[in-house]
């Protein structure tokens, strides 16, 4: 079966349906299966343009990083994919675990991408970086007054700060890393204590987080800065007006730095084109993708010789908490489980 | 059945076991988590989290379920048994909700009403308000999310009583006034008994979603059971676990509906069927208003305000969304949604007929095991369509390999073919139950004559019941569609390469918050969601196929 029929799944339900069932699918050579948790508005741009430049066809799902990685497993040696692009290093972590993922070398993944953000035995790689970042709301709170996340949990934070829900993946990686580097018992202390610093229910999303305290909800919210950027750009006037009403603070300064995740990606196990995928995982890491990474989703690079777009660079620089990714992943079950004790919603 | 070959009753009855059996496997995969061991996590999630999720499932079910019952039933009143200005396009208007996906109307309702939305904004400038100065609803609440899924759901509900208050034999409804009792007593206790079949299958596909709905109780912050199996699949990274939970939901719901199904198991519901159509009471005055305004406040709250919504997002910016690749979503959606709801009657039809033939324990029990897969959120019932498909590939694969070294690679999964089975086994129970309280109303007489005049099983099916059923195929084939337009985990984890639909398009922007992006797609939705509506409407609308009915009972007297 040719590359034009596996675009076209009606054909092939069509032929299914008169009983012709569709023969042994013998892959094209110039093409990669992709299997990607990032969403393909975030991603589509990037994939195009490496067809073009190197004709490799790019065939695409998304859906949930879970989702994704049950369907890899069970699919077993016989699964289509040969890249599963995840957007935190937990479903990296949890992939290699499950065997589904190959090792990879590439002299130019491991010299381009800090140790701390790949796999060691190059199992998947970081892409580009997520912080998580506090906003404030300029008319109500002074920089001085912020520092730390455990800082958020004191007294004079009560009720202040918006959140979403512990269901949200990136406060599990948050809390994950404190599990890491502080232990079970500081890290529930803090929980059971920062979840008295919450305003209002956790709900919706980062942006919501940012809408609010620019409407006095609060005046401290805990989000991933890409939204914050996303908004400052928005067409949209209430974003933009909620997005210049805060400031963005840079948490840990002083201590091990701000929380940051990765998104990401690996090769398959069960890959038949491994070599169009390192080229793939490759081309997300050169120069110009890791650009776009920033100028169009506000990301940082995972390259640290490559500078961020004008809007971040306006945020100043931070130091990042240069715990490993695979960290997060281990600690990602027990991180759960702590704030279901604290009661964070 | 005596003139009927052993053989024929034997083929029937294979044949429905084995049909419901195979829709029933992804529901069998789930269940089969219970004989796996209980692992630590369950002592967690009882110390924690498991009795926010029971509580708050079953305060979103009984909210949900009254919700519909009153919004579904009075509309249905209203709509057949009265007439008052603009009752003609209420008739149709009414179901207009159904089209628009949940989790879209909570987002519209949040953009509406949230703390930071126009209202609120508004209402803080226009009186010099602060935080916390007044009251005013959380929208991201329970009793939000309740208002929601009641908004959008009642139409099953409507649909289906309305059906059932059409066909009521105008001479049970006249006789009742003529005794003396009121409208309103006739409504209480003789309209609404004997719509009861109806009510409870509407009823209860609104519970059933309800049950399994994600997207809304996720993005207002509610715990319910559903949104604790994806925590403890995704964050816990225990899918053993999350399927044992989802086990439970679905015993439970096999539960409600044994139970409702044992406290009517004396009554009969056939009755001669309306020799004209019911004669509506003309309203006037201050009563034909306020009929007037309740029918539009539902359909306004429920359509226009959030259409109208969605609308303006959608022309913020449609330039960038209305391209070439918006068509083929549309394509996409339409087709599948319709391959799918033509499917799913089928089965519905010989799965209901074969019952019919042949009413047993097993038989009913097959049959009920094969529509659960409707309690089940998308997402698991995806993954119980996955397994088995991907067992059966891989072990086709490597016998092949093992005897004539050649492989077959995956043949099902990820193709169409999983997806629409997964639908299948998703919708089931909506076709279902439409065509089977169809079928109640049919006397067995009119089979027993049919087949005493010589007719097949197979020929009184096709020549009498399909005929007769018309409505109710009809009102089975647009529920199906509705559903799969709307549809959104299962097409998300089971499509193939390159495959999405305006669904899934949806979802993406909508959940990294780009409503005005997602706005397009979404009202794509609802407007394709309108045409088969539209459709229902114009043989809903007339008096439904009395006449047809009629005829059939005299052809064979």
Same mark, same amino acid.
């Given at each position: 079966?040719?590359?034009?029929?596996?675009?076209?799944?009606?054909?092939?339900?069509?032929?299914?349906?008169?009983?012709?069932?569709?023969?042994?699918?013998?892959?094209?050579?110039? #093409?990669?299966?992709?299997?990607?948790?990032?969403?393909?508005?975030?991603?589509?741009?990037?994939?195009?343009?490496?067809?073009?430049?190197?004709?490799?066809?790019?065939?695409?799902?998304?859906?949930?990083?879970?989702?994704?990685?049950?369907?890899?497993?069970?699919?077993?040696?016989?699964?289509?994919?040969?890249?599963?692009?995840?957007?935190?290093?937990?479903?990296?972590?949890?992939?290699?675990?499950? !065997?589904?993922?190959?090792?990879?070398?590439?002299?130019?993944?491991?010299?381009?991408?800090?140790?701390?953000?790949?796999?060691?035995?190059?199992?998947?790689?970081?892409?580009?970086?997520?912080?998580?970042?506090?906003?404030?709301?300029?008319?109500?709170?002074?920089?001085?007054?912020?520092?730390?996340?455990?800082?958020?949990? !004191?007294?004079?934070?009560?009720?202040?700060?918006?959140?979403?829900?512990?269901?949200?993946?990136?406060?599990?990686? %948050?809390?994950?890393?404190?599990?890491?580097?502080?232990?079970?018992?500081?890290?529930?202390?803090? %929980?059971?204590?920062?979840?008295?610093?919450?305003?209002?229910?956790?709900?919706?999303?980062?942006?919501?987080?940012?809408?609010?305290?620019?409407?006095?909800?609060?005046?401290?919210?805990?989000?991933?800065?890409?939204?914050?950027?996303?908004?400052?750009?928005?067409?949209?006037?209430?974003?933009?007006?909620?997005?210049?009403?805060?400031?963005?603070?840079?948490?840990?300064?002083?201590?091990?730095?701000?929380?940051?995740?990765?998104?990401?990606?690996?090769?398959?196990?069960?890959?038949?084109?491994?070599?169009?995928?390192?080229?793939?995982?490759?081309?997300?890491?050169?120069?110009?993708?890791?650009?776009?990474?920033?100028?169009?989703?506000?990301?940082?690079?995972?390259?640290?010789?490559?500078?961020?777009? #004008?809007?971040?660079?306006?945020? !100043?620089?931070?130091?990042?908490?240069?715990?490993?990714?695979?960290?997060? !992943?281990?600690?990602?079950?027990?991180?759960?489980?702590?704030?279901?004790?604290?009661?964070?919603? | 059945?005596? /003139?009927?070959?052993?053989?024929?009753?034997?083929?029937?009855?294979?044949?429905?076991?084995?049909?419901?059996?195979?829709?029933?496997?992804?529901?069998?995969? /789930?269940?089969?988590?219970?004989?796996?061991?209980?692992?630590? &996590?369950?002592?967690?999630?009882?110390?924690?989290?498991?009795?926010?999720?029971?509580? =708050?499932?079953?305060?979103?079910?009984?909210?949900?379920?009254?919700?519909?019952?009153?919004?579904?039933?009075?509309?249905?009143?209203?709509?057949?048994?009265?007439?008052?200005?603009?009752?003609? &396009?209420?008739?149709?208007?009414?179901?207009?909700?159904?089209?628009?996906?949940?989790?879209?109307?909570?987002?519209?309702?949040?953009?509406?009403?949230?703390?930071?939305?126009?209202?609120?904004?508004?209402?803080?400038?226009?009186?010099?308000?602060?935080?916390?100065?007044?009251?005013?609803?959380? &929208?991201?609440?329970?009793?939000?999310?309740?208002?929601?899924?009641?908004?959008?759901?009642?139409?099953?509900?409507?649909? $289906?009583?309305?059906?059932?208050?059409?066909?009521?034999?105008?001479?049970?409804?006249?006789?009742?006034?003529?005794?003396?009792?009121?409208?309103?007593?006739?409504?209480?206790?003789?309209?609404?008994?004997?719509?009861?079949?109806?009510?409870?299958?509407?009823?209860?596909?609104?519970?059933?979603?309800?049950?399994?709905?994600?997207?809304?109780?996720?993005?207002?912050?509610?715990?319910?059971?559903?949104?604790?199996?994806?925590?403890?699949?995704?964050?816990?990274?225990?899918?053993?676990?999350?399927?044992?939970?989802?086990?439970?939901?679905?015993?439970?719901?096999?539960?409600?509906?044994?139970?409702?199904?044992?406290?009517?198991?004396?009554?009969?519901?056939?009755?001669?069927?309306?020799?004209?159509?019911?004669?509506?009471?003309?309203?006037?005055?201050?009563?034909?208003?306020?009929?007037?305004?309740?029918?539009?406040?539902?359909?306004?709250?429920?359509?226009?305000?959030?259409?109208?919504?969605?609308?303006?997002?959608?022309?913020?910016?449609?330039?960038?969304?209305? =391209?070439?690749?918006?068509?083929? $979503?549309?394509?996409?959606?339409?087709?599948?949604?319709?391959?799918?709801?033509?499917?799913?009657?089928?089965?519905?039809?010989?799965?209901?007929?074969?019952?019919?033939?042949?009413?047993?324990?097993?038989?009913?029990?097959?049959?009920?095991?094969?529509?659960?897969?409707?309690?089940?959120?998308?997402?698991?019932?995806?993954?119980?369509?996955?397994?088995?498909?991907?067992?059966?590939?891989?072990?086709?694969?490597?016998?092949?390999?093992?005897?004539?070294?050649?492989?077959?690679?995956?043949?099902?999964?990820?193709?169409?073919?999983?997806?629409?089975?997964?639908?299948?086994?998703?919708?089931?129970?909506?076709? $279902?139950?439409?065509?089977?309280?169809?079928?109640?109303?049919?006397?067995?007489?009119?089979?027993?004559?049919?087949?005493?005049?010589?007719?097949?099983?197979?020929?009184?099916?096709?020549?009498?019941?399909?005929?007769?059923?018309?409505?109710?195929?009809?009102?089975?084939?647009?529920?199906?569609?509705?559903?799969? $337009?709307?549809?959104?985990?299962?097409?998300? /984890?089971?499509?193939?390469? =390159?495959?999405?639909?305006?669904?899934?398009?949806?979802?993406?922007?909508?959940?990294?918050?780009?409503?005005?992006?997602?706005?397009?797609?979404?009202?794509?939705?609802?407007?394709?969601?309108?045409?088969?509506? /539209?459709?229902?409407?114009?043989?809903?609308?007339?008096?439904?196929?009395?006449?047809?009915?009629?005829?059939?009972?005299?052809?064979?007297?």
């Amino acid at each position: 079966m040719t590359t034009a029929h596996r675009s076209s799944p009606w054909l092939m339900l069509a032929y299914a349906t008169l009983l012709c069932t569709a023969g042994p699918l013998a892959y094209s050579a110039t #093409e990669v299966n992709v299997y990607s948790a990032r969403k393909e508005a975030l991603i589509k741009p990037l994939l195009d343009q490496f067809t073009q430049e190197t004709g490799i066809a790019v065939n695409l799902v998304t859906a949930k990083g879970d989702a994704l990685l049950t369907r890899l497993q069970r699919e077993g040696r016989n699964s289509p994919a040969d890249v599963l692009i995840t957007t935190d290093a937990g479903r990296l972590y949890r992939a290699q675990e499950a !065997g589904v993922l190959q090792p990879v070398f590439s002299e130019f993944l491991d010299a381009a991408i800090p140790a701390h953000l790949r796999s060691a035995e190059g199992y998947w790689y970081g892409l580009s970086v997520r912080a998580r970042v506090f906003v404030y709301a300029k008319d109500r709170v002074k920089p001085a007054q912020l520092s730390s996340y455990q800082a958020l949990a !004191g007294p004079q934070w009560q009720h202040r700060v918006c959140i979403r829900s512990s269901s949200n993946i990136y406060n599990q990686s %948050l809390v994950a890393g404190m599990l890491a580097t502080q232990g079970a018992d500081k890290t529930q202390a803090w %929980l059971d204590d920062f979840v008295g610093s919450f305003a209002r229910p956790p709900q919706g999303g980062d942006r919501d987080q940012v809408k609010a305290v620019a409407a006095g909800q609060c005046d401290v919210a805990v989000i991933n800065s890409y939204y914050l950027g996303a908004m400052v750009d928005s067409t949209d006037d209430a974003e933009h007006g909620a997005a210049a009403k805060v400031a963005l603070f840079w948490p840990n300064q002083d201590g091990r730095g701000t929380h940051i995740n990765i998104s990401g990606a690996g090769v398959t196990a069960a890959a038949t084109h491994v070599s169009e995928a390192t080229r793939l995982i490759e081309f997300l890491a050169r120069d110009e993708s890791q650009q776009w990474y920033a100028q169009i989703n506000m990301e940082y690079p995972v390259r640290v010789d490559i500078a961020p777009s #004008e809007l971040l660079k306006s945020w !100043g620089d931070f130091k990042a908490d240069p715990l490993a990714m695979t960290e997060l !992943g281990k600690f990602n079950t027990a991180a759960v489980m702590a704030m279901d004790r604290a009661g964070w919603k | 059945m005596e /003139i009927t070959p052993r053989g024929t009753v034997f083929s029937w009855r294979a044949a429905l076991v084995l049909g419901a059996g195979l829709i029933s496997i992804p529901v069998w995969v /789930i269940l089969a988590s219970l004989t796996q061991p209980f692992g630590d &996590i369950w002592q967690h999630l009882l110390d924690t989290v498991f009795r926010d999720y029971v509580v =708050n499932s079953l305060i979103l079910m009984v909210g949900v379920g009254v919700g519909t019952l009153v919004l579904g039933v009075s509309g249905a009143w209203l709509t057949s048994m009265c007439d008052f200005p603009g009752r003609k &396009i209420f008739d149709w208007a009414l179901l207009l909700p159904m089209a628009i996906p949940a989790y879209i109307i909570a987002y519209t309702y949040t953009g509406l009403l949230d703390f930071t939305g126009p209202l609120q904004s508004t209402l803080r400038e226009t009186f010099a308000w602060g935080v916390g100065d007044y009251w005013f609803p959380q &929208i991201r609440s329970l009793g939000g999310a309740i208002t929601m899924l009641s908004l959008v759901l009642y139409p099953y509900v409507y649909l $289906l009583v309305r059906v059932a208050f059409m066909e009521q034999s105008t001479a049970v409804l006249e006789a009742s006034r003529s005794l003396g009792k009121s409208p309103w007593q006739t409504l209480f206790q003789v309209a609404l008994p004997l719509a009861r079949p109806a009510i409870a299958a509407g009823v209860s596909l609104a519970l059933m979603e309800s049950l399994a709905d994600y997207g809304t109780v996720d993005y207002f912050g509610v715990s319910t059971f559903t949104t604790g199996i994806f925590r403890t699949w995704y964050g816990l990274g225990d899918l053993r676990t999350a399927a044992q939970l989802s086990s439970f939901l679905l015993l439970f719901v096999f539960l409600l509906i044994g139970l409702e199904r044992w406290s009517r198991r004396r009554m009969r519901y056939h009755h001669h069927a309306a020799q004209n159509p019911p004669s509506r009471i003309t309203l006037t005055g201050w009563r034909a208003a306020a009929c007037f305004a309740f029918a539009f406040s539902i359909v306004f709250f429920a359509f226009l305000l959030p259409a109208a919504q969605l609308l303006l997002w959608a022309l913020q910016n449609w330039q960038a969304n209305f =391209n070439a690749a918006f068509f083929t $979503l549309v394509t996409n959606s339409f087709l599948l949604a319709a391959v799918a709801a033509v499917v799913c009657l089928l089965a519905a039809l010989f799965l209901a007929y074969g019952k019919r033939l042949h009413p047993g324990k097993i038989e009913e029990a097959a049959v009920r095991v094969s529509s659960m897969g409707y309690a089940l959120p998308g997402t698991v019932v995806a993954v119980g369509v996955l397994i088995p498909f991907a067992w059966f590939d891989n072990t086709l694969d490597a016998w092949l390999r093992d005897s004539f070294d050649v492989s077959s690679g995956l043949l099902l999964s990820g193709t169409l073919i999983a997806l629409v089975f997964a639908y299948l086994v998703r919708f089931l129970s909506v076709s $279902l139950q439409t065509v089977e309280s169809g079928l109640l109303k049919i006397r067995p007489a009119i089979d027993e004559s049919a087949r005493s005049l010589g007719l097949t099983p197979a020929s009184v099916l096709g020549k009498i019941h399909i005929p007769m059923l018309h409505g109710s195929l009809l009102t089975a084939l647009l529920l199906v569609f509705v559903d799969v $337009l709307k549809e959104l985990p299962t097409t998300l /984890i089971l499509r193939p390469f =390159n495959f999405n639909t305006l669904a899934v398009r949806t979802y993406e922007l909508a959940s990294d918050e780009r409503l005005a992006d997602a706005a397009l797609p979404a009202l794509a939705i609802v407007l394709i969601g309108l045409l088969p509506v /539209i459709l229902m409407t114009r043989t809903i609308g007339r008096e439904p196929l009395m006449d047809e009915i009629r005829d059939n009972e005299l052809a064979l007297q």
